[in-house]
């Protein structure tokens, strides 16, 4: 009776104290959680307001280029001809640097004015082109074939049907508008792909409307791109107008093809994934209002019933172009990993505390200060730092999630074809300069060097895409050595680089390190040699802080501007 009296009052005396370690266990590992939870939603809406910032400047530079395609084909100043046929050799040369701005999607450019004539210029290829033509204000145009920007016509023939240019959409949206405009988006019936219109009305030398030029926009590209994003399992991307339509989605078409074989626009609130539906009905009930250019991040309950972090955007320009960008991905993508390395912990420190209560506790303790370091590398992220030090050493789940979300962060940040810092992150660059320049006084001049490589696209359509990313690659390494190791080197745009100098004693420096780039680049090309064309070289524009601009766009513009010049 002794001994059992005995034993009972050790179990009375040991399950209350397990059973308080237990509860002080439990509670640490939801502490934990929760701090692994908060870190977790700070990294999560950084990645997705990164992905929708990376999204709309891929759409910005697809779109933007039209612009320059018309303002080729009737530069500011130049007003309509009386007639087409009065001026037509230099359409043909207009419009034909006109479709060699952006050939790829911009290869055909036009113009109709208020007396039905026509002119069409559409590039099959670098040197092969058509005419489209209608000199008399009625009938049939006639489509002619010519190599060359003065190459003789050939093989003309009359259209078939007719072909009315003041009754086509494109020109009576940019006849009642101010200057340019973007037409109603419509299915191509030979490409079956979305194409937009950018058009811009043009007036005689008296300041009256005379006619219309124009140029088609494929928006195909855009749907590529959302479909190659790095996302989650679960997480998408799309593009949509403000009534729904869809332009482009990472998962699911974007057309519905009818039981005739023609296809139609798809809504995304009748899109064949759930998601893409629970997203736009979240963005019109709640994220409308709060829309605007810059990006911002919401949460909402997915389809399932779990958590659904959206981030999104709305796009404008100058001609009318509303468009939104979204990006949403399930909670649980994000926090799987840490939800299941929180049951591990806990079935361990269960364990622990009924073997080695110590050890338990001790594991806990490495757990909650790894958990800290991630909610500090957190707080990193949100203050800005490009990239932070990886606090987290861990081999394990907690450690797994901290390394890829700074690997996904510095991929967003990094040019893959030259491993340069990209577009964002020299932007970031120069605005943590300027920062500095207001919290600490630093006064020390810095540059802006805007480099444009000359004959590139020639390089392209000679030899080929993948000896254009050679030589890519190779001006870039070039770039990178000629600098200093605190200046900054970036690619910035197909075949336009950043240069951020640091700190230059005065203009002169900054010339001589522009002299001493040109000079560089000049020099014959390691992936062409022993071909004609192994010279490249570029027009290099200097913008210094303070003198020419005190804010990073302004200095990214007047560097461009200084580059045109000595182009």
Partial sequence: MQLLSRLTLRQMLTLPYIALVLLLTGTIGALSYSAGQQAVDTLS?????????????????????????????????????????????????????????????????????????????WRHGQDEAELRLRVEGSGPRSISRFSGMSGVLRDTQPEQRIFEPRERPWFKVAQSSGLHAWTSIYIDFKSAELVATRARRVNDAEGLFRGVVATDLSLERVNQFLRALPLSAHGLAFVVERDGNLIGVSRGPHLKRQADGSNVRLSAAEHENPLVRETYKAYQGLL???????????????????????????????????????VAVPRSDFLHRVTDNFRHTVLLAGLAALAVLAIGLGVLGVVSRDLASLAQMARSFGEGQAEPPLAVARRDEIGELARSFVTLQRRLMTDRLTGLANREAVTRRIDERLQRHRRRGDERPFAVLFVDLNRFKQINDSHGHDMGDRVLQELAERLRQAVRAEDDVARYAGDEFLVVLDSVGNRRDAEHVRHLLEQRLREPLRTLAGLDDALAGAAIGLAMFPDDARDADTLVQRADEDMYRRK
């Fill in 45 to 121: 809406d950084q990645l997705l307001t990164e992905t929708v910032n990376r999204i709309t400047q891929a759409v910005d530079r697809h779109v933007a280029g039209s612009a320059a395609v018309l303002e080729t084909a009737f530069p500011k100043g130049v007003p309509a001809p009386a007639a087409v046929a009065d001026d037509l050799q230099a359409l043909r040369t207009r419009f034909w640097l006109a479709t060699s701005v952006h050939r790829d999607p911009n290869n055909y450019a036009y113009y109709g004015d208020v007396q039905g004539h026509f002119f069409g210029l």
């Fill in 288 to 326: 409308e209002r709060q829309s605007g250019q810059l990006p911002r991040t919401d949460v909402f309950e997915g389809p399932d019933g779990g958590a659904v972090q959206v981030a999104h955007a709305r796009m404008h320009d100058n001609a009318g172009l509303d468009w939104i960008v979204l």
